[in-house]
């Protein structure tokens, strides 16, 4: 079956975000595969006559802008998704000032370029942004701080927009995981003393799946922009919005021991 539906995918050359890619390229999407690694990138559209490849530093508005038009010409675009993201993670002053900065500009001024950049080619009914959050936007992680920091910025975002754009038929959404067997994680979330408690259960295409969800999912009154994926994610999720913050507090300590 193919389809004439589009889908933009930053940071799509590796892991969740080219799990996203292969999924909807699977189901007969037109996938735009764009990555600060343009050969990774090409190298995962190779043979696939429905996907484009190029290379996109998402920091850059002007790339951004570039990337939309060779994509979208002037047509519309139904998903935009907002993957790309790097961690640095361990004890917050053992990180140089150059990681912390990098998580910044990559991982927040990054999305807010995709969607300011990617808002045009969406405003039509139906468009959906959808944003890569994290379990650790929920509350301060120690060893995670900037990381979870910058993902609580993605979370407030979409929160915002997605009131702000209504409106226009936009539709703005966030994917919550807990960890995801990934290179960022496996090889620059070593030292995240979350990820020794809690473990690393879910796989790119664990999440592959639930944007597909989130894409295809019909709307319900008053529920809210964000995502939880998978088990460990959706209890987190469901106890830390019915809890005090002291309490929040004293999990999250015992998680980081």
């Known amino acids: 079956m193919t389809s004439s539906r589009s889908i933009l995918v930053s940071g799509a050359a590796r892991g969740i975000g080219r799990a996203t890619a292969e999924l909807f390229l699977a189901r007969g999407w037109r996938v735009g595969i764009y990555d600060v690694d343009p050969a990774a990138a090409a190298e995962a559209a190779a043979g696939r006559d429905r996907a484009v490849a190029g290379a996109l530093d998402v920091r850059d508005a002007g790339q951004w802008r570039s990337v939309l038009r060779e994509f979208c010409g002037d047509g519309r675009l139904d998903v935009l ?10 004890p917050f002053t053992e990180i140089d000032l150059d990681s912390h900065r990098r ?16 808002h045009r080619f969406l405003r039509s009914p139906g468009g959906l942004l959808l944003n890569l959050c994290s379990a650790s936007s929920m509350y301060g992680q120690p060893t995670l701080a900037t990381y979870g920091a910058t993902k609580a910025a993605v979370r407030s975002l979409t929160e915002a927009l ?96």
């Open 103 to 118: 998580m910044v500009d990559v991982n927040v001024t990054g999305v807010v370029n995709g969607a300011a950049e990617g």
């Open 162 to 257: 997605d009131i702000e754009w209504q409106g226009e038929g936009i539709r703005v959404r966030s994917l919550v995981p807990l960890f995801v067997a990934t290179e960022m994680v496996t090889r620059d979330g070593v030292r995240a003393s979350s990820v020794a408690s809690l473990g690393v259960r879910l796989t790119p295409e664990d999440v592959a799946a639930a944007a597909w969800r989130v894409v295809h999912e019909r709307g319900v009154p008053l529920r809210g922009p964000h995502r939880a994926v998978g088990r460990q994610t959706k209890v987190l999720a469901a106890v830390s919005a019915v809890t005090p913050d002291w309490a929040n507090r004293l999990v999250v300590g015992r998680l980081a021991r």
């Open 81 to 90: 998704v907002n993957n790309a993201g790097v961690l640095s993670s361990g």
